[in-house]
């Protein structure tokens, strides 16, 4: 598998990217600097400024984008689902999952910053620059990081929650894993998933893709196969 890179970014996904990449990089250099100072209460590991609503609207939108219509019932009702099932998920996204996630960004940045801080301080001779390739993954790998795989779960959580109204609704929907299909950007572990349905895989991935940093897997909603007949000859 290609490891993806900013060239790999779809139009919706570089739009987050846009959004985060350079404040990120220059945050990530700062505390670099800051550290080889000693300057160590002027580390900065809040994201609120960074990461704003705008940026959880870009993410949302392209999750959006990546839901697919239902398949086995007819389109307007696909329609008035998907619509509903989106913008329930959007409703809550901000509170139930965004602000969570960025605290546990925040707290794992915090720990891994703690141990380089603890290594510039016990090794002759550290550079801004050995610094800085330690904390590498929170600059712009962190921004292709999350403009890669955070639409990819919005899609999933818009699309379980499709689910969950549908059913709800008397309408009996089973999930669908389909990869991104782009070549030798999918992973042998997704290649192995697509086009299997959630009793394949829903053990091991409950609440479907991502399965893992930078996946780019979709699942799509169909009627339950036990649900549709075969009419009488």
């Known amino acids: 598998m290609k490891s993806l890179t900013v060239a790999d970014l779809t139009p919706d996904e570089r739009k987050i990217y846009r959004a985060i990449a350079d404040r990120l990089q220059i945050r990530n250099d700062n505390n670099a600097e800051r550290i080889l100072a000693g300057d160590y209460t002027a580390i900065d590991t809040d994201l609120r400024d960074i990461m704003t609503e705008k940026v959880a609207g870009l993410i ?61 301080l016990t090794t002759v001779g550290v550079t801004v620059d050995d610094i800085r390739s330690q904390l590498s ?42 990869t991104e299909g782009d070549g030798d950007n999918v992973c042998d572990e997704c290649k192995g998933l697509n086009n299997l349905p959630e009793s394949e895989w829903g053990p091991e991935y409950m609440d479907g893709p991502p399965a893992h940093v930078n996946c780019r897997c979709a699942i799509g909603l169909q009627l339950q196969k036990s649900i549709i007949t075969t009419p009488e000859v």
């Open 137 to 178: 993954a929170f600059g712009d790998l962190r921004a292709q990081r999350i403009a890669f795989t955070e639409p990819t779960r919005a899609a999933a959580q818009m699309t379980n929650t499709i689910q969950s109204n549908s059913a709800s609704a008397g309408i009996p929907l089973e999930r669908v894993w389909f």
């Open 60 to 120: 949302l939108s392209a999750g959006r984008n990546k839901v697919s219509p239902i398949t086995g019932i007819d389109d307007a009702q696909s329609r008035a689902l998907v619509e509903s099932g989106i913008q329930d998920y959007s409703n809550t996204y901000i509170d139930s999952y965004y602000n969570p996630f960025l605290q546990d960004l925040q707290s794992t940045e915090k720990e891994y910053i703690d141990k380089v801080i603890q290594s510039s």
